[in-house]
């Protein structure tokens, strides 16, 4: 944008080195900002158990606070507050935590007044709040819908570390507008930008459903494999491809043995989503929790039709059911499978359905969600 005006933006994560679509989204976001030339840092507290090269030459710096990860939260609760074990677990957390945030001031110090500090989780948030951020911006970002928040401990510490930031941005309205009734008077909105683009459309000429993601609970890929088994039978030349990997792996692959399930495979972690979804005919995203699901616009971007748990906000306002793809009630396995023979017994209305949804997803094109962040800064100037 011609009155947009060079800033110091920090971007602050879990970890930025992760395979998973809340840190390519602070990738693509540290990537678009940099474009429009901002000087651009992304912080990760921690390094993950598992990395993934996102490549070299970044057109932004990445740091990383903590070499070994800090003992987890404690949480007080009645007698356990006393515990000496559990009080050395909290000290202990909290002498680390202040050292990391001495760091991170370290890093904010070499800032220009007006900068801005976005932090895209809540657990980043304990150690932005620590820091020295006298002269810049915070944003707070939560990934998350708000029912998902309010079933966990999250919603504490949303309240407590989110409160006092000058701005709360959610993935939609609706969750803007629950946390807003909920007493928070900060909250804005801001969906996530397409990773990808497309130069052509899949053909979804292929016998193959996909589904990419962590292989553990939340993510759902049992529910997935227990429609799969509804549907095989009925569709023997499809088959299911999963890529991925997690702590859920083998519980899966033990699953499909129990199932009979000879049509599955486990493709593995991959750096070529394009090529996956160029190659997919149907998505499937069997999530238990979602906020807006990355991996949802990019299949469509890529024509792929989509079939998916109503589990938050962010997945009806990605899919429009009838239009792109078709949405279930959560956990309905069987509901889920009938939906997948639908798309996978006629090719016209995967097309069609991948058509609408390529164009729907413009919405979220990388230079519509850039000029919102840039509104969004000049806000905070106000």
Known sequence: MADARSRDV?????????????????????????????????????????????????????????????????????????NPRLQAKRAARSVIQRLGARRLTRLLRTAQPGGIVIVTQIFAMEWVRLANTHGLHVIGMSHESFSASKASTRYRRVKRYYGDVERLLLLTQADADDWALDGLSNVGVMPNPLGLEAPELSP???????????????????????????????????????YGDGPDEDALRRRCEQLGLTTVKFCGRTTDV?????????????????????????????????????????VREVVTHGKDGLVVAPGNTSRFAD??????????????????????????????????????????DR
């Open 204 to 242: 979804v000429d292929a016998n193959v459903v996909v589904s990419l993601g962590r292989f553990s609970w939340e993510k759902g890929f049992d529910l997935l494999l227990d429609a799969w088994a509804e549907v095989t039978d009925r569709f023997p030349e499809w088959s299911l491809h999963l």
């Open 10 to 82: 920090f971007i602050v994560a879990n970890n930025v080195e992760e395979m998973g679509g809340l840190m390519r989204f602070a990738h693509t976001l540290g990537r678009l900002l940099s474009e429009q030339g901002h000087n651009v840092r992304l912080v990760g507290i921690v390094h993950p158990q598992q990395t993934f090269d996102y490549g070299h030459d970044l057109p932004y710096t990445t740091h990383v606070l903590h070499e070994r990860h800090p003992p987890g939260p404690v949480e007080p609760k009645g007698l356990a507050q006393l």
């Open 339 to 380: 939906a997948l023979a639908t798309l996978m017994s006629n090719a016209d209305l995967r097309r069609e359905y991948g058509r609408h949804g390529h164009e729907s997803v413009q919405r979220y094109a990388p230079a519509a969600i850039v000029d919102r962040w840039e509104r969004e800064f000049r806000l905070l």
């Open 274 to 314: 394009p090529s996956v979804l160029m190659a997919a005919s149907v998505y499937a995203l069997s999530s238990r929790h979602e906020g807006m699901p990355v991996v949802l616009t990019e299949a469509l971007e890529f024509g792929v039709p989509c079939v998916a748990f109503d589990v938050s906000p962010g």
